[in-house]
C-alpha cells in the first residue's frame, strides 16, 4: 500500500495486476501508444516527475511519467535535480511531483539510527520518518538492490548458497570489497566495517578476519578471477555491472545483513488519484533486478532514450 499518514483503501498487493500478461492484441497497443504520444488529454495541469543525476534515476522516472501518462494524465519529466537531498526539496516546493528512490536507502538518508533492515520492518519505519506531506508507493519487491556477497560461477559449488550456511566457514576466507562508486549512483561507497563486517557478522555470526578492499569492481573481479579472494562484496546486484556479470552467482542474504533496497515513488500527499496511484502499484508488480538493470544497459548505448525504453517496457509489460 502507500506508506505516510494518507490512507488509500488499497489492500496490500489486492490491486495488482498479474505478473505476466501474455497476449495482448496490436490494436490496443497501437491506441496506447497513440494516447502516451499525446500526453493523455491537453486539458489540465501537467504532472512532473523528477529524476537525479543518474541512469537509473532517468529510467525510473521516465517509466513512472509515461505510466501516469496512460491513465489520461498530462506529465513531463525533469531530469538533473541532483542527490536526493535536492530531489526531496523539489518535492517539497512542488516543482515536481514523483521521484524515484529505493526504500532502504531513503530510510538510512532519512533515519540513520533505523536498525530496521527486513521488508516488513523497513515499510513502517520509512513511513514514519517521511517528511510531512511526502508518502511513498508500494516498492518493486522484484527489485533487489541489496549489496551481495558473490562467488565465481564457475566455482559456484565451492560454497554454501546462503549467508547463514556460509558463516561457519567465514573467518577462513578472504573477502574482497569494492570501495569505489557504488553501483546505484545515489548509494555511498561501501565502508568494509560499517556495510560488511559488522551487519554479517551481527546477523549471520559470520566473521570476516581477512578483507581486501578494491578501488573498482573491475579491480576486484580480476582479484576473484586470479583467486586472489575467495568471494567478493558488490555494493550492488551483479546484474548492475555493465556486462550484467554472468561471470558471478550471489550467496542469498534472507536475514537481510543488508538492508532491504527495492525501488519505489516518493510522492506529494494527496495529488495523485486512485487509478494514477493503482498504475504505479502495476508497475511496481512488473519491475525487476534484471529489467531495471537491462534498461540502464541499454540507456548507454549510443541513441537511446529513457523516453523509448520506457514505452517498450511498458508495452511489453501491457501497462
Request: hydrophobic share 45%; net charge negative; with cysteine.
Amino acid at each position: 500500500m502507500f506508506g505516510g499518514t494518507d490512507s488509500f483503501a488499497l489492500t496490500a498487493r489486492a490491486a495488482r495486476r498479474p505478473r505476466r500478461v501474455l497476449v495482448r492484441s496490436a490494436l490496443v497497443a497501437a491506441v496506447t501508444t497513440l494516447a502516451v504520444a499525446c500526453g493523455g488529454t491537453d486539458a489540465g495541469p501537467v504532472l512532473t516527475v523528477g529524476a537525479g543525476d543518474s541512469a537509473q534515476s532517468r529510467m525510473l522516472a521516465e517509466i513512472y511519467a509515461q505510466a501516469l501518462a496512460r491513465t489520461g494524465t498530462r506529465t513531463a519529466t525533469k531530469d538533473g535535480l541532483g542527490p536526493r537531498a535536492a530531489q526531496l526539496a523539489a518535492l517539497d516546493a512542488n516543482t515536481v511531483t514523483v521521484v524515484p528512490d529505493v526504500n532502504g536507502d531513503l530510510l538510512a538518508a532519512l533515519d540513520s539510527g533505523s536498525k530496521a533492515t527486513k521488508p516488513d520492518a523497513v515499510t513502517p519505519a520509512l513511513n514514519s520518518a517521511l517528511p510531512e506531506g511526502l508518502i511513498v508507493s508500494d516498492p518493486a519487491d522484484g527489485t533487489d538492490l541489496r549489496p551481495t556477497v558473490v562467488a565465481l560461477a564457475a566455482r559456484v559449488d565451492e560454497f554454501p548458497a546462503t549467508l547463514k550456511d556460509l558463516a561457519p566457514r567465514c573467518p577462513e576466507l578472504t573477502v574482497g570489497i569494492a570501495t569505489g562508486p557504488a553501483l546505484d549512483a545515489m548509494r555511498e561507497p561501501l565502508d568494509p566495517d560499517r556495510d560488511v563486517r559488522t551487519p554479517l557478522r551481527a546477523v549471520y555470526s559470520c566473521d570476516l578476519t581477512h578483507t581486501q578492499t578494491y578501488p573498482t569492481d573491475e579491480a576486484l573481479r580480476k582479484a576473484l578471477s586470479a583467486g586472489d579472494i575467495q568471494l567478493a562484496v558488490l555494493s550492488g546486484p551483479p546484474a548492475f555491472l555493465p556486462d550484467g556479470g554472468t561471470d558471478l552467482t550471489p550467496i542469498a542474504d534472507p536475514a537481510y545483513a543488508f538492508r532491504t533496497a527495492n525501488t519505489l515513488a516518493v510522492l506529494r500527499k494527496s495529488t495523485l488519484t486512485t487509478p494514477q496511484l493503482r498504475k504505479l502499484d502495476y508497475v511496481a508488480g512488473e519491475l525487476t533486478t534484471t529489467d531495471l538493470a537491462d534498461l540502464i544497459r541499454q540507456l548507454r548505448a549510443p541513441g537511446a532514450t529513457p523516453a523509448t525504453l520506457a514505452r517498450n517496457w511498458l508495452d511489453a509489460h501491457a501497462l
